[in-house]
């Protein structure tokens, strides 16, 4: 079964950057063949997809994040990364990668802070 390990979070000054990322691990071809996705989730509220790539290279963004931010991937390495510029205070939230579909399980994500 595949696992997803999130990293490179932290507390940064609004205008600031961060960028993320996250390893699949697991047996098979876990990473590859499928569409993936950067999600956060905020206090109190529903996790939310800001982000995906296909295994093409086609990405897609939220309106929120539409031009700040940037998702790429790299297959031979099964790495997702998330690069976050323009930075605002409503960035603030854990951030998780997992799959469009199937979904596989949650990591434990990583702690975005924009605040000055």
């Known amino acids: 079964q595949v696992q997803f390990v999130e990293s490179g979070g932290g507390l940064v000054q609004p205008g600031g950057s961060l960028r993320l990322s996250c390893i699949a691990s697991g047996s098979g071809n876990i990473f590859r063949p499928y569409i993936m996705g950067w999600f956060r989730q905020a206090p109190e509220t529903q996790r939310e997809l800001v982000a995906r790539?296909?295994?093409?290279?086609?990405?897609y963004y939220s309106d929120p994040v539409k031009g700040r931010f940037t998702i790429s991937r790299d297959n031979a390495k099964n790495t997702l990364y998330l690069q976050m510029d323009s930075l605002k205070p409503a960035d603030t939230a854990v951030y998780y990668c997992?799959?469009?579909?199937?979904?596989?399980?949650w990591g434990q994500g990583t702690q975005v802070t924009v605040s000055s």
């Open positions: 790539i296909e295994s093409d290279g086609t990405t």
């Open positions: 997992n799959r469009i579909t199937p979904r596989g399980p």
